[in-house]
Nanobody
Framework: VQLVESGGGLVQPGTSLKLSCVAS????????MNWFRQAPGKEREFVAE????????QYADSVKGRFTISRDNAENTLYLQLNSLKPEDTAIYYC??????????????????WGQGTQVTVSS
């Protein structure tokens, strides 16, 4: 089981990025998929999740309306579109697979696989 993120970088406030996460070694279509992030000195926090067939999504309040999660099961790829980026979005972004779609609180310890992360830095 492997998840590999890409697409991070250094960008200015107000701009956009699109992160990708390629899954291998398992059938991504059978898992709900998630994005988490961890800023320096802070705990890892939930960002967004998407159900197996993309019917349901959920976002953290801090990113709602700015970030969009999507997936392409045929390509075993998960995406996160980040718009209107703010300095407080600076973090390492991780994708993760879960057996279930969680409504409300999404527990990090329920994830069955994690990627290695991709750095997003928002600074002028």
């Amino acid at each position: 089981v492997q998840l590999v993120e890409s697409g991070g970088g250094l960008v200015q406030p107000g701009t956009s990025l699109k992160l990708s996460c390629v899954a291998s070694g398992f059938t991504m279509a059978t898992y709900s998929m998630n994005w988490f992030r961890q800023a320096p000195g802070k705990e890892r926090e939930f960002v967004a999740e998407i159900s197996r067939e993309s019917i349901n999504t959920q976002y953290a309040d801090s990113v709602k309306g700015r970030f969009t999660i999507s997936r392409d099961n045929a390509e075993n790829t998960l995406y996160l579109q980040l718009n209107s980026l703010k300095p407080e979005d600076t973090a390492i972004y991780y994708c993760a697979a879960a057996r279930f779609f969680y409504r409300g609180t999404v527990p990090a310890n329920a994830m069955t696989a994690w990627g290695q992360g991709t750095q997003v830095t928002v600074s002028s």
